[in-house]
């Protein structure tokens, strides 16, 4: 088993969908972003403070990555692993914790493995526990095709010491105030290996069936080059040259299902031919590269007080008040919920239109009613 999986449970989403994205992606080089390496250091951090509950051994890890803000959030996330732990030794008599643990799923596809940051299993439960230092996008656990993977994994090592029934998955998402669980009963669970991942995956590793676009192309590595992308959000933009007025009830909802990932995938191909323009030198025929405009800079402060002090001007300071993040990060959020709590309020959020997937509570048309002729 290599270092990295050719089916990875953390794109399964990705291959599932679209199988032959694989292949496709297999063509463009890997190149890790400073988000992904964010995201291992608090990983490593993680796994060193919860193997040290457990009193397993284990390195410090270091990273010029660890602000407080990050050391805060993977806090969270291990204190409430803790809590599950705590939770397990009073049910079960003998259970069982892997901490980044290795899971193998090649009974379903080939070449595929990965790594479970938290595996707590009790007699009759696996709770697979995943840390997601993501700010972005909400993700939730809900039919997760990598937290499945996973579960199955564990399921095929658990099931020769326990009798279990339930998986379960928790998705903690600190920097989102995000904690999505969600279980299936094992049958459920390998019934979907056996339908759903195994000849799905097939299918990536072989590189055939359908292209398909969707939010599971976000992070692709051919997203911006991939014609039956953009063959979809071409044949949407097409609607944009006629008066909403003229689109069909259903031609609507068909823009609205896609005009978020219509509109991201406009500016990323824009940020790719801009790239490729500056970067490496290619013509775009009608197009041509420009300098933009930029604001004037102080090339040296402490001289531009000193010259200023001379000649008299000693009124040049503003003083402001830092922002609420700013100062929860700096007093920690107990302590910042204990000093400032009752001094901060939230006001209500602008009232947005959103398909019914999303997570929130729908408001009350007659509030939506007043909140537009209130602007």
Known sequence: MGGHARFSPSVANRRINCPPSLVLEENFEDVESQYAAEGSAGHALAEYLIKRYLKKSSERPESDYYTNELIEAVDEYVSYVIGDIEKAKQICMNPMFLVEQRVDASDFVEDCFGTADMVVITDKVIHIIDLKLGRGVPIYAEENPQLMIYGLGILRMADFIYDIEIVKFTIFQPRLNNLSTWEITTDALKTWGEDVLKPRGAMALMGTGEFKSGKWCRFCKARNQCRARAEEFLSLAKMEFREPALL?????????????????????IYSFAQDQAIVHGRVWNGFK????????????EDEVVEAANAAGYTDIYKQTLVTITEMERLMGKKEFAKVLGHLVYKPQGKISLVPESDKREAI????????????
């Open 248 to 268: 069909s009830d259903e031609e609507i909802i068909e823009v609205l299902k896609v005009s978020d990932e219509l509109s991201k995938w406009a500016s990323e």
């Open 364 to 375: 009350k048309k007659n509030t939506a009613v007043a909140e537009f002729q209130e602007v």
């Open 289 to 300: 590269l420009v300098e933009g405009r930029s604001n004037r800079k102080y090339t040296n």
